[in-house]
């Protein structure tokens, strides 16, 4: 019986289940605004061929197909999904795809290089609890990279600074603010990427790194913005968070020549022990 003192949580608010029609696409956005700052850290991550990769939420692929590139034959990448249709429809013969919930399902079986999740934590209910499940799979020195969104106050003010304009800057904070409270309502975690360096040591990962990503993105019909707006437009207007029927932000994001800042994400790396690890 559901204690009226204690609401349960929504639904995770953006279900794939839920108007699939533009979940590929918005999928494919993410891709193209977070996909260079996810390179950039793979970079130093430095898979190599022969690596074992999971891949926690894989979304419509990208990155499971790069790491897939270059553990080649040797190797092995899985990636997860609860929803894993926009993966199959993306296949690599390198990548091994499953359907997975990570906060209920035994973890695939193995010992592994790298784990990278990314969009994903913020929106469970327990994200620290999953961390403590992944980290002990790791192999020695193996290395989890996670990234998470991170829309908390002084987060977004870094980011709206970035806005080239003011009109801009406003449509940007009153739609990331109403984010957020569409998140903590749905019992998700806004600001986890702020958080996840600290998670990360106290289940004893070593060399953390951490920042912070806010890159410049174009509106446009079918970008990131406008995707997103179309899919979260009715549980805005369900809970009373934001007025999105007199079209006053549609119109700013389906411009190509507005440019924004991209919802933030922090991004937080570290490597297990060399021998041995904290449980």
Not at 8 to 20: G, I, K, N, W
Not at 99 to 123: K, Y
Request: hydrophobic share 40%.
């Amino acid at each position: 019986m559901t204690d009226p003192h204690h609401p349960q949580p929504t639904p995770y608010v953006l279900d794939s289940a839920t108007r699939a029609d533009l979940e590929f696409d918005r999928l494919r956005t993410i891709e193209q605004v977070y996909d260079p700052g996810t390179e950039e850290i793979l970079t130093q991550v430095d898979p190599a061929p022969g690596w074992s990769c999971l891949e926690v939420g894989a979304g419509a692929g990208s990155i499971a197909r790069r790491l897939a590139s270059t553990a080649g034959e040797s190797g092995r990448v899985v990636a997860t999904d609860t929803d894993p249709r926009f993966l199959r429809n993306t296949a690599h013969p390198g990548v091994n795809v499953i359907e997975h919930d990570i906060t209920t399902d035994p973890l695939p079986p193995g010992s592994w290089d790298l784990i990278h999740a990314r969009s994903v934590l913020e929106h469970l209910p327990d994200p620290e609890s999953v961390l403590a499940r992944l980290i002990p799979s790791l192999a020695p020195h193996g290395q989890l990279f996670a990234e998470a969104i991170d829309v908390s106050t002084e987060t977004l003010a870094i980011a709206a600074a970035q806005a080239p304009d003011r009109k801009t800057a406003t449509a940007f904070l009153e739609f990331a603010t109403a984010v957020h409270r569409l998140m903590t309502l749905a019992g998700a975690h806004p600001e986890l990427g702020s958080t996840l360096p600290v998670i990360l040591a106290a289940h004893g990962l070593e060399s953390i790194t951490h920042q912070r990503r806010h890159p410049l993105v174009p509106g446009g019909k079918r970008g990131f913005y406008a995707l997103t707006l179309a899919r979260l437009a009715p549980a805005f207007q369900d809970h009373g968070l934001l007025d999105t029927t007199d079209g006053h932000l549609s119109s700013l994001f389906d411009d190509p020549s507005v440019v924004f800042p991209a919802l933030p994400i922090g991004a937080a790396h570290g490597h297990a022990p060399a021998v041995g690890r904290r449980q």
